[in-house]
């Protein structure tokens, strides 16, 4: 089984920043694609930023110039840098991974618990 631990939530205003962290652990062979989604208060889960194992990183319109994801495969770890805030970026955020999770495995996608950012105006 593998598990996502993600941690870096919590308040802030407008203009600010905030470093979101995603650990995983577990049964890993190796991580293909991660990424983090959010999702408002009646609204689908939306895909925020994804980085392969190897490739170009996709975001979504709103975040493009504003977030940067980044991992740390020695870590098994990704990162969202969020800068310049906005109070429509309130949201649970989750962190995703497309997880190897043997030799000649599947790769089985996991979630994390989510971690609330709030932006006040």
């Known amino acids: 089984q593998v598990q996502l631990v993600e941690s870096g939530g919590g308040l802030v205003q407008a203009g600010g920043s905030l470093r979101l962290s995603c650990a995983a652990a577990?049964?890993?062979?190796?991580?293909?694609?991660m990424g983090w989604y959010r999702q408002a208060p009646g609204k689908q889960r939306e895909l925020v930023a994804a980085?392969?194992?190897?490739?170009?990183?996709n975001y979504a319109d709103s975040v493009k110039g504003r977030f940067t994801i980044s991992r740390d495969n020695a870590k098994n770890t990704v990162y969202l840098q969020m800068n310049s805030l906005k109070p429509e970026d309130t949201a649970a955020y989750y962190c995703?991974?497309?997880?190897?999770?043997?030799?000649?495995?599947?790769?089985?996608?996991?979630w994390g618990q989510g971690t609330q950012v709030t932006v006040s105006s």
């Open positions: 980085i392969p194992s190897g490739g170009k990183t």
């Open positions: 995703n991974a497309l997880v190897v999770i043997g030799w000649r495995s599947a790769a089985y996608n996991f």
């Open positions: 577990g049964t890993i062979f190796s991580i293909n694609a």
